[in-house]
């Protein structure tokens, strides 16, 4: 039998879940063949390619005024893109 007003069993941080986290990377990469022992690669990667925010969970404590919304976005899920070249010889 529960009593009134008794804690719960629920974890924390696991009753409010928030939207899906969605991320879309992606590469390109071209070789070029300067010599027979001499190659060079071109790479192009992008992450967060759509540049969707990620938002966190809802707020899930009790008695706040914004209790279950959303208010924050998860920091570092911007686009970033990203050159490089790798020469081999």
Do not use: H
Not at 50 to 73: C, D, H, K, V
Request: charged share 25%; aromatic share 10%; net charge positive.
């Amino acid at each position: 039998m529960l009593r009134p007003c008794a804690p719960g069993n629920a974890k924390r941080n696991d009753t409010l879940d928030g939207p899906a986290c969605i991320n879309l990377d992606a590469s390109l990469g071209k070789w070029f063949v300067f010599k027979s022992d001499v190659r060079a690669e071109f790479r192009i990667d992008a992450f967060n390619g759509t540049n969707r925010p990620q938002f966190e969970r809802p707020n899930g404590e009790l008695g706040n005024a914004r209790f279950g919304q959303i208010t924050t976005t998860q920091t570092g899920t911007e686009r970033v893109v990203r050159f490089g070249l790798r020469v081999v010889f």
